[in-house]
């Protein structure tokens, strides 16, 4: 019922910044918690930050203080927007949403991600 579009990756060189975008469509009652993770080659897909629908916002220690992960309500979009990335930020980031439907019940949907490569 819910769609959710990532867009916004690419190849950067080290140092430099990009910015994620994940829109969603679709029947939205209401959506809560957004989410970005990542999943390198040979690597678990990892939560990289999290924000609910009030602005409380969740991130994975190796990204604080260089992402921030923010929310358009009004637009059912949310960002994050990428500073100082590292080689080791090379990944698929994927954009996660919980949906609250009419019955009160939460499903969970993903994107299909976007890849981020950071060459050094």
């Known amino acids: 019922q819910v769609r959710l579009v990532e867009s916004g990756g690419g190849l950067v060189q080290a140092g430099e910044s990009l910015r994620l975008s994940c829109a969603a469509s679709?029947?939205?009652?209401?959506?809560?918690?957004m989410r970005w993770y990542r999943q390198a080659p040979g690597k678990q897909r990892d939560l990289v930050a999290a924000i609910t629908r009030g602005g409380t916002i969740t991130y994975q220690d190796s990204v604080k203080g260089r992402f921030t992960i923010s929310r358009d309500n009004a637009k059912n979009t949310v960002y994050l927007q990428m500073s100082s990335l590292k080689p080791e930020d090379t990944a698929v980031y994927f954009c996660n949403a919980d949906r609250i439907n009419a019955y009160s019940n939460t499903v969970n949907y993903w994107g299909q991600g976007t890849q981020v490569t950071v060459s050094s």
């Open positions: 679709g029947s939205i009652f209401m959506l809560d918690v």
